[in-house]
C-alpha cells in the first residue's frame, strides 16, 4: 500500500500545504503499513519530501504547471508506484489537478479535507460543507481514493527520514493550454489561506481607506488580511481577501475580526479558527458568539493601540 | 460562438443548516434554493460573448424538477434555451455528475463550457475539471477575466498571490471566479421573454447512462453533523483603548501562543 503526494516546491522548499499533505500521507501510510512516496516536477522536493517520511520521490521533468501535462506525469507516477492513496495540498494548482486527475482515472475524490483515516481497506475524510455550517464525512471506494487537504488543518510533522529514492517519471510536453504570463500581486500580501493570524475588517470600517488600520495591525503581527463580503462588494478591498461562504474558508491560528459583526456566511468561513478575537462597539454583534476574546468598544481607538502594543511585545 | 453554462441550484447562503432524519442528508424543509452564486459570473460572462459575438447561451442543470426554476431565472437574465436533465442528484458525487453533464453538453452545440469555481454548499470545486477531462477539453480555473477570440481563449486565473494569463484552444471549460463581472438582474422584459422559452428536459437513460453510474459511484456520504456549539469566551470593555490593548496581546501571548 502506498500513500503518494504531490508535492509543490516554492524557493527550492517544499510548500506548507505539500508538507502538510506529506505529514498526514505518512500517517496514513502507518496505519495501513505502507509506505509513503513523493511527486514533484523538481529535484529540490527531495530533501524536504525525505525529511517528512517519503521513501520515494518520483520527479518529472515537466516544468511549470500546466493541468494536462502535470495529469498526465502524476498519471504515470500513480502507476509506477501503484498507489491506494493520493494526496493533493489545497493550492491552486492541487484543486486544479485532482478532480482532473480523478476523471481520467475513474476515481474518487475529496475536497478540502480536514480529517484523513484508513479504516477497514478504505480512505474516510471529513469535509466541511455549507462553508463550515456543517461537516460531512466521507468514504471513498475504488483506487486510488484522492483528497486534496485544507491547508492548516494537518500539523506539518518532520519524521527525520532519509534521502528518498528518486525515480524518473516521463511527462509529455503537450497541451491544449499555455501560460503566457504569470503576474504576481504587486502587494506581496500573504494569502489568507496560508496564514496562521488573520486580521479581518468588516463594514465597521465605514470606509475602504481606513483598511490601513487592519493592514498595519497585520503587518505588525506578521499577519494576513481579511475581510466580510460587504467591504469586497462595497469595493473597499480585493476579493481574495474575503473570507467566508462567497470567499474562502479559513482556521488560522488566530484570527482577529474588527468591525465585523458576523454575519452567518462570514461565521461559516472562520470559525474553526483555533483563537479568534473579536472588536465591534454592538455588544449583541453575533460575532462575539463564537468569540473567546471580545472587546467591546471602538475599533478605530483599540486597533492602533494594538498595533503599538504589538509591536512592544515584538521588540522585547 | 456558442456557450453551455452548467447551474447548481443550492440553498440560499443565509440558510441554517439542519440535519435530516437520516443524518447523511441536510433537512431542505423550507429551504430556499438560489443559483449558486459563482455561477451568476459563468451566465454572466456567456451572455455578454453572445452579445458582442451572437450565438446560444444554454443553460444546463441536473437534479429534481425544482432545478427548472434556477433555469427559469437564468432565462430571465439573457440565456437563450435551457436543458434539464431530470434525476435525483442528492445521492450522486461529483464525478458522476460530470458524467451526466458532459454527455447532456455533447447534445448541445457549443464552444465553451462555463461553470462557477464552485457550487456554493458542498463546495466541492470538482466538476468543471472531471467535465474538461471527460470531453477532453482544456480547463482554466477561477478564472477573473476572459477574452475570446479566433477560435482561441486568453483567461486570467487567479492562483495565490499571483495571475496567470493562460491561451487555449476552443472548445475548453472556463469556472468561474467572483469579480469575473457584475452579473446583471433580470429585466422585467426579460423575464416576460423567458416565459416564452420552452425547458428541455431528458432523462439520465436518455443519454445513455444508469442511475448506477451516476449515484454513490465512489464518494458515499457517511455522515454528516453540525459542528460543536461555540460558546462565546469573555467579553471585556474597550472603554479604555491602551488596557483593551493589552489584555489583547496578553491573550495573544499566553493563550495562542501567536506573539
Known sequence: MTVLVFCEVLDGKLKKASREALSIGRKLAEAAGGDLAAFATDRAAADDSGRYGAKKLYVADAGAYNTETYTAAMQAAITASSATVVLFGGTSNGRDLAPRLAARLNAGVASDVDRLEWTDGKLRARRPVYSGKAFATVEISGTPAIATTRINAFPAEESGGGAPEVVEVSAPSD???????????????LSI???????????????????????????????????????????????????????????????????????????????????????????????????????VGDLFTIVPALTEEVKKAKAH | ?????????????????????????????????????????????????????????????????????????????????ALHVKGESADADSLGIAKVLAAAIKTIPHDLVFFGKQGVGTDNSLVGPMVAEILGYPQV???????????????????????????????????????????????????????????????????????????????????????????????????????????????????????
Open chain 1, 193 to 295: 489561506v496560508e496564514a496562521d493570524i488573520i486580521v479581518s475588517g468588516g463594514r465597521g470600517l465605514k470606509e475602504g481607506a481606513n483598511f490601513s488600520i487592519i493592514r498595519d495591525l497585520a503587518h505588525a503581527i506578521g499577519g494576513a488580511v481579511g475581510a466580510s463580503r460587504a467591504t469586497v462588494d462595497a469595493g473597499w478591498i480585493d476579493h481574495q481577501h474575503q473570507v467566508g461562504q462567497t470567499g474562502r474558508v479559513v482556521s488560522p491560528n488566530l484570527y482577529i475580526a474588527a468591525g465585523v459583526s458576523g454575519a452567518i456566511q462570514h461565521l461559516a468561513g472562520m470559525s474553526t479558527s483555533k483563537h479568534i478575537v473579536a472588536i465591534n462597539k454592538d455588544p449583541e454583534a453575533p460575532i462575539f458568539r463564537i468569540a473567546d476574546l471580545g472587546v
Open chain 2, 141 to 259: 480555473n477561477v478564472v477573473t477575466h476572459l477574452e475570446v477570440a479566433d477560435g482561441k481563449i486568453t483567461a486570467h486565473r487567479e492562483i495565490e498571490g499571483a495571475e496567470e494569463i493562460i491561451e487555449a484552444s476552443t472548445p475548453a471549460v472556463i469556472t468561474a471566479q467572483k469579480g469575473m463581472n457584475e452579473p446583471r438582474y433580470a429585466s422585467l422584459k426579460g423575464i416576460m421573454a423567458a416565459k416564452k422559452i420552452a425547458i428541455d428536459s431528458k432523462s439520465v437513460s436518455d443519454l445513455g447512462l444508469a442511475d448506477s453510474d451516476i449515484v454513490n459511484q465512489r464518494v458515499t456520504v457517511v455522515s454528516l453533523e453540525l459542528p460543536p456549539e461555540k460558546s462565546g469566551g469573555r467579553k471585556i470593555d474597550g472603554a479604555d483603548p491602551a488596557a483593551a490593548a493589552k489584555e489583547i496581546v496578553r491573550y495573544m501571548k499566553e493563550e495562542a501562543k501567536a506573539l
Open chain 2, 1 to 81: 460562438m456558442n456557450s453551455v453554462v452548467c447551474i447548481a441550484q443550492v440553498p440560499d447562503t443565509e440558510t441554517r443548516i439542519k440535519i435530516g432524519g437520516d443524518g447523511r442528508h441536510i433537512d431542505d424543509t423550507g429551504i430556499k434554493y438560489i443559483v449558486s452564486p459563482y455561477d451568476e459570473y459563468a451566465l454572466e460572462e456567456a451572455i455578454r460573448l453572445k452579445e458582442k459575438q451572437g450565438g446560444d447561451v444554454t443553460v444546463l442543470a441536473f437534479g429534481p424538477d425544482r432545478v427548472q426554476q434556477a433555469l427559469r431565472e437564468s432565462l430571465a437574465r439573457g440565456a437563450t434555451k
Open chain 1, 175 to 189: 497541451s491544449k493550454t499555455k501560460v503566457v504570463e504569470t503576474k504576481v500581486s504587486e502587494a506581496d500580501e
